[in-house]
């Protein structure tokens, strides 16, 4: 199923409500306050800002099948994993609340972890479920981590992530974003990548 969000305004390359697009030129003016524009080891807020609504936009594209997601009343999780000394989990928290985004009438649930959790975890063995990888877990990470589970969406922050098995990864270049999707890896998780998200620009489709 195809999660919604109203479209009337493109914005990176995708559409999106007017409301979430006055967010984040909020979020980027210069005017909102110095701990948003300044570097924060190596990555500006800016770019961490454009990452968050790349990601929370890219989610309109992917569609889930209802036998892998949990029951509609529980929230889908959505794992940020590594350091996260860019504040990227109040980002797409802040993001995911202005826009009323949910997954097939599934809210979705933003969780922080130190590292990557072990096979026998909870949260591993419980389903369908999302992370996002950030760049200091880059160095840990190899492919047969990716959990063997129908309609778990890994995804990776930075160019250090790129043929590693991940369906998704969000790439730096200079001060924009691009994406690049891993077919193959999405659908032998069960997940569906729309074609409208692979025309648009800057979105690369790798084989690997």
Known sequence: ME???LVPINFLGFACRPI?????LFFL???SGKHLLASTHGETAQVTNLKATFFVNTLKYVRWDNRDLPSAEIPIRLLIVGDDHTNFKSRLEYLLNVSDLEISGRSIKVESLPKWPKK??????????MAILLDSESK???PGMYPDTPGVLVVGEGESYLRRGLALCLIQDNNRVKLRVNLARAKSRNLEISSSLLVLNRV?????
């Not at 979430?20 to 984040?24: K, N, Q």
């Not at 690369?204 to 690997?208: A, L, M, Q, S």
């Open 29 to 31: 003016s210069a005017n």
């Open 120 to 129: 026998d975890a909870e949260v591993i063995s419980s389903g369908a479920f």
């Open 204 to 208: 690369e489709v790798i084989k690997k």
């Open 20 to 24: 979430l697009l006055l967010i984040c």
């Open 3 to 5: 999660t919604r969000l």
């Open 140 to 142: 840990k990470w190899h």
